[in-house]
């Protein structure tokens, strides 16, 4: 295992952790808060890039049990701070709530990110409403399976750093290893540690790893070559840019940076 990553609030950016606990519902610390904007009732998410793209941001840390968020002028604010909605507030230009449980059919706006790239990310383009975490149990904001992971094969090839693309695992691979092998794990266990996993699916990429991320600059690539070279229908809408998997745990327990990683048959 090469890296270990966490992201305590959905589309800001996160941590890198030496273990993590996994169970049926993720990676714990991981998207566990998310904010609600009040006029849709839409979780922000910047797949939205217009609206939400300021939340990469801010960085959430969770190290110390309790969620600081550090924005971008250097200042920091409590997760359970009372003013925390209004700081966030007045940064992003929208009201919102920062919420700890997830609404029962809990979505995201999701305009199409190809669109996007080609007229530009203030521009109006047509999306898909998505419900969220529809693979994952309990209250976690995950956009689809409880744990997210890529190659550095893939990583390597894309040309891009691993956080763009905001996995749980990052998996070092051989020098050999193809990019996107992870797809050809699709239905199989994977062995970590102590902990088993199954590859659920492809993960079908969005806007944000073009984004800025702090001080990091776009990156268009991040898209357009997966959507140039690996594409996979995971979910009746067509064949969709892809890079990494999803996974669901199908027995919990601590996965550590440098654990031995098996792909099973």
């Known amino acids: 295992?090469?890296?270990?990553?966490?992201?305590?609030?959905?589309?800001?950016?996160?941590?890198?952790?030496?273990s993590l606990f996994v169970d049926e519902g993720g990676a714990e610390g991981d998207r566990r808060l998310a904010l609600i904007d009040t006029e849709t009732g839409h979780v922000a998410s910047a797949k939205h890039a217009r609206l939400w793209r300021g939340l990469l941001k801010c960085t959430a840390h969770a190290g110390t049990g309790r969620v600081?968020?550090?924005?971008?002028?250097?200042t920091s604010?409590?997760?359970?701070d009372p003013g925390v909605d209004d700081a966030l507030s007045r940064l992003l230009g929208r009201t919102v709530r920062l919420v700890?449980?997830?609404?029962?059919?809990?979505?995201?706006?999701?305009?199409?990110?190809?669109?996007?790239?080609e007229l530009g990310l203030d521009a109006e383009v047509d999306g898909r409403i998505l419900k969220?975490?529809?693979?994952?149990?309990?209250?976690?904001?995950?956009?689809?399976?409880?744990?997210?992971?890529?190659?550095?094969?893939?990583?390597?090839?894309?040309?891009?750093e691993a956080l763009r693309y905001r996995p749980n695992l990052v998996i070092a691979t051989p020098s050999s290893y193809p990019p996107y092998g992870e797809s050809d794990w699709i239905g199989r266990a994977i062995v970590v540690g102590e902990v088993?996993?199954?590859?659920?699916?492809?993960?079908?990429?969005?806007?944000?790893?073009?984004?800025e991320h702090g001080p990091l600059p776009r990156a268009p690539q991040a898209l357009r070559t997966p959507a140039a070279e690996n594409r996979w229908d995971t979910g009746g809408h067509g064949p969709q840019p892809c890079a990494g998997a999803y996974l669901e745990v199908l027995a919990e327990g601590v996965i550590r940076v440098g654990d031995r990683v098996t792909i099973g048959s």
Do not use: W
Request: hydrophobic content about 35%; proline content about 9%.
């Open 1 to 18: 295992m090469e890296s270990l990553r966490r992201y305590p609030v959905k589309s800001m950016l996160g941590e890198s952790v030496d």
């Open 77 to 80: 604010v409590a997760a359970d």
């Open 196 to 211: 088993r996993l199954r590859v659920l699916t492809a993960t079908s990429r969005c806007v944000v790893p073009t984004l």
């Open 68 to 74: 600081n968020i550090e924005l971008p002028d250097g």
């Open 100 to 117: 700890r449980q997830r609404p029962d059919g809990a979505t995201l706006e999701r305009p199409d990110p190809e669109k996007l790239l």
């Open 132 to 160: 969220i975490a529809q693979a994952t149990p309990g209250d976690s904001f995950t956009d689809e399976a409880p744990l997210h992971a890529i190659t550095t094969a893939t990583l390597d090839h894309i040309g891009v």
